[in-house]
């Protein structure tokens, strides 16, 4: 009796501190969900803009049938980042939700002044994920999200969307906040950042926005960049087209392998990057039968302009930016650990020697041709 | 003389205020009583059995009758006895039997020509088959007893009666088949029942009561209304215990996982068996957590979802008037509800409540904004799985136990649905049933036990569940005969 | 029958081992051993892989007992009372600091606004629920969730295998820093200590293979601290990985299954089944504090200790939150006498059984 008494004590004692409970508890209907959101840097400070989805509403109706939400946007501005978010929960009536943020972008004033404080924030902030996609653009931030609403679409989602149909394509190379904040931790490493413009109303990617650490180091537009991707190993296949005769023909690439050499020798350090590629004829403008000898040729040309390609991809991220985007300084650290530790690869990158050579490996594919028996 | 031996018999039958009918027939130097309660017994069997003969034999024979002589030359029914203590005949004849009373004799004769109207054996209405045999027990214990005996015809098979309820004398039988059946749950269950001190029971639902002893939600012994399940319990080394009154047989010990289980299963090809089986547990798991993870995600964790199911839910709850946790009690007990009035109204109103419920809750809810479609669906979803768990009984305790598990993910998430389920499952597994752990064979595991429980063909089965620990654990050699002839 | 199966031994060790370490070992590894941290993990695996068979094959000596039990028989009533005096202050403060951790994490990263002393108030009546029922009630609950829990971590750390970038845990070995990595030995006791709630768990007679699948299990729970600290740091970076007090988690929030729509986020999983392991943890530590309890105070009623226990806790672990650096200063207290409660007082056990020929 007594034993059922101090049951039934402790369980009366522990509904009513339930009954005090659901701190936590908030409806989804009640917060904002926000699907971009994008940090400006102004003349006074800081400024916030956050793309929230509108709710059409209710469970029957016009919502049943599948509509798009319109979005809203938000913004609010500060001397520092407290303020401005601060100003930017004033303009909502509901807690703003940022767990749904597919988006974090920049724009370019920002990014040439410096993100680093922004990242330690976002790297705090536990409701952040971080693989939202992370993008930068040139743009007002009025324009661009008013550009969407046109559309009635959500710019968050509608530059997901973009960046990852190019990531497929091998055209653009894939980047979320934490690849920024792996980035910004590690002193070696510069990273990319892609930008996207408005091209008439659409958002379109353009290029990419050369980092390091915090700061935005160039641009590189996207006919220039787009073989980034290779040179750091990933292999979507791609098509080029190559002049041949008064033709042109167009052939599928895919990157078979892509190891990279390291020596270091006398302080010099030195990468040879033996590409080879699988080639596959796909179409070309005049059909015509090739032979064992045209396919040489093509061969040898699409080696040499290949090799030209990523030549000058190269070039770019050691000479013209000095920034190691292209992730040199992993292969150094996997094969020279020691080494990595004392040296400055800031200034060390720029001044090594990196080779590049492709190797072609082309097959018939779609096209007519028969080997020599 | 004659009425010497006769008279105090008499008197102690009368003291006990039993309303009988009594019959005298005299014969030489005596007369004997026939001795009945006329609702109970066969009046045309008495007639042809017991009256005439008796009649015809004193006025003949001119000589005095004895009780041996009369069950062996005289009466021409089956089932008569001699009884030795006058104490005994009262609860004979409440009983239902004839006594028949000698005034020269201090043996007495009782005869069993018992009728007591009943239902017959008729199809089933808990446990539905499509495969398996129909018949199902009824309220008259020889008749049930008739259904094992004529399946098993084992000579080792026991069939042990006691009597329980000091007012009903109720019969209660103990079946086990002596050398499989485990020696000491027969004894542990035999014990029980005759310590049950109590004035009646009606059937096995209260037999259940006291044999379940101690304050746990979930039934530690099966109930079962057809008979060829409760042979199938018997091959398998459990007791099956039926009760005068009743028409649905326990058995013992009972673990969880045959909460699961449909006769079906094993009548059926063996990967179909263990489809449904995976199928039941996925909806146990929906019954009782479904409309507790809707809460957790919609008010706390709504991260774990991405953002288009986001939007979707926001959308679907903008106008709901309710909190995901309200709304959740009041559809839960709404639907208790209907479930509850669809049991106690006649059939023809039922469809008619179930109607009205689809409209009024469906529809006019959702319209008017009171529920979110989606919580409908939830519910629904929950209520169809209840349904999909063969043993009814089981799914009570799910019913109650899901209302804990709401309000505790109410409170606190995903944290307190968790705690609620780490609550749960301790609860489940400290039962012993009979001595038996209730989470068997998976909590203690045994490998062969949990394979053969999802798993399940007689022919490739050659042991017997070893968790209940039987005499014989060989329940067919099939397998290895097979097995060797290749 | 109150003993314990290999196979829920195995469990049992799995899931106290792994209880709330798991969550937090990524980053400690990172810091002290960088991309050699397998070499301590490993390392310290054998080494409690050998102590855990010196539990077991204490354990297996004496049949249906416990370590309270046969103390008494080995070094007598007094040793006996302050060998079991020490498991309770130990087990208490382990106690206090798992349900601390439990809290601390789950308020970084899941609820927010739930106060510290909610967590601990509800979650320890479950805790001591399960406790009061015994060890075969824990092992058998352990049987249940170790199961769940191993298949749970391995979808998700084979999706962060694949999704991960291995670059950043290369290269494996660096021979200069071999000496870094032994050094981060000592950061690596306290992922192991757990081996000796065992010795509240009687074994059955026989038992024969008990010793080798403890040793076993030890290695298997050291491949998996591997594979959790490698795959976390694959995802989240090495030099990234150090800002996180709960790395497994920003590493687990990294992953999607794009092709499981909408449990395309494993956070669920974490959430259902990471805190499946957690409970696990904080319960067996809590049974093992309240059988030395019941044995040292035979006349009180198990139900007292338990309730008793727990409110101790509760307050000491508000306490705790009080006091600045409690959660170091507790590490180091739950280190150095976890070696002893793990290690030396069983060791010197068997030596004494070995003398009398008990073992």
Redesign the interface.
């Known amino acids: 009796m007594h034993r059922h008494r101090i049951k039934i004590s402790i369980v009366l004692f522990l509904v009513m501190l339930l009954s005090t409970g659901c701190w936590d508890s908030a409806d989804i209907e009640h917060k904002d969900i926000t699907t971009a959101v994008l940090i400006d840097k102004t003349e006074t400070g800081y400024a916030f803009y956050a793309e929230i989805a509108s709710l059409v509403g209710g469970g029957t109706g016009e919502s049943s049938q599948g509509s798009m939400p319109r979005s809203q946007v938000i913004h609010g501005g500060g001397a520092t980042f407290v303020e401005a978010r601060e100003a930017l929960e004033r303009q909502s009536d509901q807690r703003i939700y940022l767990a749904s943020v597919q988006n974090v972008i920049f724009t370019e004033t920002i990014l040439y002044s410096g993100i680093e404080h922004y990242l330690y924030r976002f790297r705090q902030n536990p409701e952040y994920r971080k693989r939202a996609m992370v993008a930068a653009t040139g743009e007002k931030p009025e324009d661009l999200f008013s550009a969407a609403s046109e559309h009635n679409t959500l710019v968050g989602l509608a530059i997901n969307d973009t960046i990852e149909s190019l990531v497929d394509t091998g055209q653009l190379y894939h980047f979320t906040m934490g690849d920024v904040l792996e980035a910004l931790a590690c002193p070696c490493k510069g990273y990319l950042i892609p930008r996207v413009s408005l091209v008439g109303q659409d958002v379109a990617a353009d290029g990419y926005c050369v980092m390091y650490g915090g700061i935005c180091k160039g641009y590189i537009p996207i006919d220039e960049g787009k073989f980034i991707v290779y040179v750091q190993g990933k292999a979507p296949p791609f098509h080029y087209a190559i002049p041949y005769e008064e033709n042109s023909i167009t052939v599928e690439i895919r990157l078979k392998k892509n190891p990279t050499k390291v020596d270091y020798r006398d302080g010099q350090i030195k990468f040879c990057l033996d590409m080879v590629c699988q080639a596959d004829l796909l179409y070309m403008k005049d059909d015509f039968a090739m032979d064992a000898a045209a396919m040489e040729e093509i061969e040898e040309k699409l080696e040499r302009q290949l090799t030209a390609e990523f030549r000058n991809i190269v070039h770019a991220s050691q000479k013209v930016y000095g920034v190691d985007y292209l992730r040199f300084h992993e292969a150094f650290h996997i094969h020279y650990p020691d080494e990595y530790k004392q040296v400055d690869w800031k200034a060390a990158y720029p001044e090594a020697e990196i080779a590049v050579d492709v190797a072609v490996e082309l097959g018939g594919g779609n096209i007519d041709y028969e080997p020599e028996a | 003389m004659a009425q010497s031996r006769i008279d105090p018999v008499m008197q102690m039958i009368d003291s006990k205020n039993i309303a009988y009918e009594q019959r005298t027939i005299p014969f030489h130097r005596g007369e004997l009583k026939i001795l009945y309660i006329k609702q109970l017994v066969d009046t045309r069997a008495l007639y042809q059995s017991i009256i005439e003969p008796l009649v015809d034999h004193c006025a003949a024979s001119g000589r005095s009758v004895k009780a041996q002589q009369t069950r062996e030359q005289i009466l021409y029914a089956a089932d008569c006895f001699l009884e030795d203590s006058a104490a005994a005949l009262p609860g004979h004849i409440l009983n239902g039997m004839v006594v028949v009373v000698f005034s020269n004799d201090a043996q007495y004769l009782i005869v069993d020509i018992k009728k007591v109207a009943h239902r017959q054996v008729d199809d089933p209405q808990i446990h539905f088959t499509i495969r398996g045999p129909r018949d199902t027990f009824v309220e008259n214990l020889d008749t049930n007893l008739s259904l094992i005996k004529y399946r098993i015809k084992d000579p080792s098979m026991r069939i042990d009666m006691e009597t329980v309820g000091a007012r009903t004398q109720t019969s209660v039988a103990v079946i086990y088949i002596a050398d499989i059946a485990n020696d000491a749950v027969v004894q542990e269950i035999k014990k029980k029942i005759s310590g049950i001190v109590t004035d009646g029971i009606w059937g096995t639902g209260e037999l259940q009561g006291f044999l379940e002893d101690g304050t746990k939600l979930f039934p530690r012994m099966g109930v079962i209304e057809r008979s060829d399940w409760a042979c199938e319990a018997l091959l398998e080394g459990r007791v099956v215990i039926m009760a005068e009154g009743g028409q649905l047989a326990l058995i013992a010990p009972h673990t969880f996982h045959e909460s699961l289980i449909a006769c079906d299963d094993r009548y059926d090809n063996k990967y179909f068996g263990m489809f449904s089986r995976l199928i039941r547990y996925i909806a146990l798991f929906l019954s009782l957590c479904l409309s507790s993870m809707y809460i957790a995600?919609?008010?706390?964790?709504?991260?774990?979802?991405?953002?288009?199911?986001?939007?979707l839910?926001?959308?679907?709850?903008?106008?709901?008037l309710f909190?995901?946790?309200i709304e959740v009690l009041i559809l839960e007990f709404l639907v208790e509800l209907i479930r509850e009035s669809l049991m106690r109204v006649p059939n023809k109103i039922g469809m008619a409540i179930g109607i009205v419920g689809a409209i009024v809750i469906g529809q006019a809810a959702?319209?008017a904004?009171v529920f979110?479609?989606?919580m409908l669906i939830i519910v629904a979803t929950s209520l169809m799985a209840s349904f999909a768990i063969p043993d009814y009984f089981s799914v009570h305790p799910i019913r109650l136990l899901k209302f804990f598990v709401i309000?505790?993910t109410?409170?606190?998430?995903?944290?307190?649905?968790?705690?609620a389920i780490?609550?749960i499952?301790?609860h489940v597994?400290?039962i012993r049933s009979f001595g038996v752990?209730y989470?068997a064979p998976?909590?203690?595991?045994n490998r062969y036990d949990a394979g053969k429980a999802m798993l399940f063909n007689r022919s490739r089965s050659p042991y017997r569940q070893q968790y209940l620990q039987t005499k014989d654990d060989t329940r067919t050699d099939f397998y290895h005969a097979r097995k060797m002839n290749k | 029958m109150n003993t314990i199966t290999n196979r829920q031994m195995v469990f049992i060790l799995f899931l106290t081992l792994t209880s709330i370490t798991i969550v937090t070992i990524p980053k400690d590894m990172a810091e002290a051993a960088g991309v050699g941290n397998w070499i301590p993990l490993m390392l310290m695996a054998v080494l409690f892989g050998v102590l855990v068979t010196v539990i077991v094959r204490l354990q297996k000596a004496f049949p249906g007992k416990a370590l309270y039990d046969y103390s008494r028989e080995l070094v007598g009533k007094a040793g006996c009372y302050v060998i079991s005096m020490f498991y309770v202050l130990y087990f208490l403060t382990v106690n206090v600091y798992l349900a601390n951790s439990m809290a601390g994490m789950l308020k970084a990263n899941f609820l927010f606004e739930t106060p510290h002393w909610a967590f601990i108030a509800v979650g320890i009546p479950v805790f001591g629920y399960l406790a009061y029922h015994g060890p075969a009630t824990v092992a058998r609950i352990f049987e249940l969730y170790g199961v769940i829990f191993l298949i749970g971590m391995l979808v998700v750390h084979v999706n962060m295998l694949i999704q991960g970038d291995l670059v950043n845990i290369r290269p494996l070995v660096v021979p200069s820093e071999i000496g870094r990595a032994l050094g981060a030995m000592d950061k690596t006791i306290i992922a192991f200590l757990g081996i000796e709630v065992l010795t509240v768990m009687p074994f059955a007679k026989g038992r024969k293979k008990a010793p080798r699948v403890a040793f076993l299990t030890l290695i298997a729970v050291g491949m998996i601290y591997v594979m959790v600290v490698e795959t976390s740091i694959m995802m989240v970076g090495l030099h990234e990985i150090k800002y996180y007090e709960y790395p497994l988690l920003a590493a687990i929030r990294q992953v999607e299954l794009e092709n499981i729509e909408f449990l395309r986020r494993v956070d669920i999983l974490y959430l259902t089944i990471g805190l499946m392991g957690i409970f696990a943890g904080i319960s067996v530590v809590y049974l093992a504090l309240v059988e030395y309890a019941v044995k040292l105070l035979p006349r009180a009623s198990r139900l007292a200790i338990v309730i008793a226990a727990g409110i101790l806790v509760f307050i000491l672990g508000l306490l705790g939150f009080g006091i600045p650096d409690f959660d170091e200063m507790i590490v180091n207290v739950i280190t150095y006498s976890g070696l002893a409660a793990a290690g030396l007082i069983p060791i010197i056990l068997l030596i004494v059984a070995k003398g009398k020929k008990r073992a």
Do not use: C, W
């Open positions: 995600i919609v008010s706390f964790h709504s991260y774990v979802l991405p953002v288009d199911y986001n939007i839910l926001s959308q679907l709850r903008k106008d709901v909190s995901p946790l959702t319209s904004g979110s479609p989606l309000l505790m109410g409170f606190f998430g995903f944290y307190g649905f968790e705690l780490t609550v499952a301790t597994v400290s752990p989470m998976y909590a203690p595991f």
